[in-house]
């Protein structure tokens, strides 16, 4: 198989961080450091203030705007009423933030998708965006891009991506359906007296505010009723925020855009997006994108949504067949069905159906751990790609010392639940330069693409850093052997 590593490797970037909160764990050290700077001479605040910007205005955009917004964080805190000159409130957000080196110790996972801007690209070419897991302290996950072209012989140039890096706005106050809220309610167990309270004071479309106070008020009139009332108002709260809103200036780089975990369900990590180019019966173009929500001990799927890149929307997935990792959307409907691939046990694919898009009810087995290579487990590697051929899909297999791997096989176009070929030996496995990292031995991508005959295929080395391998579809279907 004439496979073709290209010499591009994108390594991560200790020198590109964000703004974080930085909130001590007790009130009482809190408040301690405010009244410190309570303290302070207008003289002494106005000088510290200057080496602070000094020190760390030229790392960041807009960096007072996030002084004001942590200032307000805390602000209930102060025990005075006088009035704060803003130099003051400044000093006091900068000593509730920190930086955090979002890519500090890995860059990997790609996921590569077609930009919807293809202008101004030289004939023969085509822009596309590639989407990475970044690590920074505290095996933190987080999604950045890259933006770049590949020309029609297979050349592949990636833009340098940006000193500065933009935090998203969070738009919390987005509105919640009851019945599907209801639905997911019922599929965690929290279904039940205080919960039908809670919803019957509910309209047919509410806000994350309308849900506050709502619960707000049940718990305040019925807690002699529910000993356990905080406990669940705060699991329903942790539910509504993991449905959620994000927007970009539009003034941003692709890649001054992060997508940085900010839901109790994230606090750990967004792991492995996987886009999707989705086209709707009317002609609508949607990107998707499956991940991995996980808050330190219990892994949540999710599906994150745009148009442009710039505004995003994150829904959990439900039902009973979302379970585990490694979900992949099919980029259109399959006779009139959502379909997607999964692995909910951790060790086979499978195919699912659905009328709607955030609701999945039932799996059927795929393919299973067959050739030395994936005796493990395999996994799907991305999105399936639409060929003449069938759907083509990229898969990973484990084999002996937990050796990763890429193998593809192929689907009936007009029924995916068959599988009409397999390649029996993998398509790529790491080389001697790239099996050192933080997981040895490991290959691994989220989603590649097909330009001019060849499947360009951005992978991952040993969870550390990314680069990209190119390889003529023909000579991969030819590698395959029927099923």
């Not at 960041?60 to 025990?79: A, G, P, R």
């Not at 833009?159 to 599907?180: C, E, G, M, W």
């Not at 004071?201 to 505010?209: A, G, S």
């Not at 009973?320 to 909910?344: C, D, E, T, W």
């Amino acid at each position: 198989m004439n496979i073709i590593r290209k010499d591009i490797i994108l390594r991560p970037d200790p020198k590109r961080v964000l703004f974080r909160p930085f909130i001590p764990k007790t009130r009482k050290q809190i408040l301690k450091i405010i009244a410190r700077i309570l303290q302070l001479s207008e003289d002494e605040v106005n000088n510290k203030y200057d080496e602070i910007i000094s020190d760390f205005g030229k790392r960041h955009n807009e960096v007072e705007n996030y002084f004001l917004k942590q200032f307000e964080t805390v602000k209930d805190l102060i025990f005075t009423d006088q009035n704060l000159s803003e130099k003051r409130k400044l000093l006091i957000g900068a000593y509730f933030t920190l930086e955090y080196s979002f890519e500090s110790s890995a860059l990997f996972n790609p996921s590569m998708i077609w930009h919807p801007d293809q202008t101004n690209v030289p004939a023969g070419s085509k822009r596309f965006i590639l989407s990475l897991r970044a690590i920074g302290e505290g095996h933190i996950s987080s999604i950045t891009f890259r933006q770049g072209r590949v020309d029609k012989v297979g050349n592949i140039s990636i833009d340098n991506p940006t000193r500065f890096v933009t935090y998203a706005d969070i738009i919390p106050d987005s509105s919640y359906q009851k019945d599907l809220f209801t639905k997911k309610l019922k599929e965690l167990g929290l279904f039940n007296d205080f919960t039908k309270k809670v919803l019957d004071e509910l309209k047919i479309y509410f806000t994350l505010n309308e849900l506050k106070e709502v619960l707000r008020q049940v718990v305040k009139s019925y807690s002699f009723i529910f000993p356990n009332a905080d406990v669940i108002a705060s699991k329903i709260l942790n539910l509504a925020k993991s449905n959620y809103e994000i927007e970009f200036p539009k003034d941003t780089d692709i890649s001054e855009r992060v997508i940085f975990p900010s839901t109790p369900n994230e606090i750990n990590g967004i792991e492995d997006a996987r886009f999707c180019e989705f086209k709707d019966e009317d002609g609508s173009i949607t990107y998707y994108a499956t991940y991995t929500a996980y808050d330190g001990e219990v892994v949540f799927p999710q599906l994150l949504e745009t148009k442009d890149f710039y505004h995003f929307k994150v829904n959990t997935l439900n039902g009973p067949a979302v379970q585990n990792k490694g979900m992949a959307l099919f980029p259109k409907k399959i006779n009139g069905h959502y379909a997607m691939l999964s692995r909910q046990d951790g060790e086979n694919i499978y195919i699912m159906f659905s009328d709607m898009i955030h609701f999945w009810y039932h799996k059927k087995l795929l393919l299973r751990p067959t050739y030395h290579w994936e005796f493990v487990q395999i996994g799907n590697s991305g999105s399936p790609i639409e060929t003449d051929y069938g759907w083509l899909v990229l898969y990973h297999g484990v084999g002996a010392m937990r050796k990763y791997s890429l193998g593809a096989f192929l689907l009936d176009k007009e029924d995916p639940t068959k599988v009409i070929g397999r390649t029996k030996e993998p398509i790529l496995t790491a080389n001697e330069n790239e099996r050192e990292g933080y997981v040895p031995n490991v290959i691994y991508t989220c989603g590649e693409q097909i330009f001019e005959g060849n499947l360009i295929i951005p992978y991952a080395m040993s969870d550390y850093a990314s680069s990209f391998a190119i390889v003529p579809l023909e000579d991969i279907i030819n590698e395959m052997v029927k099923v």
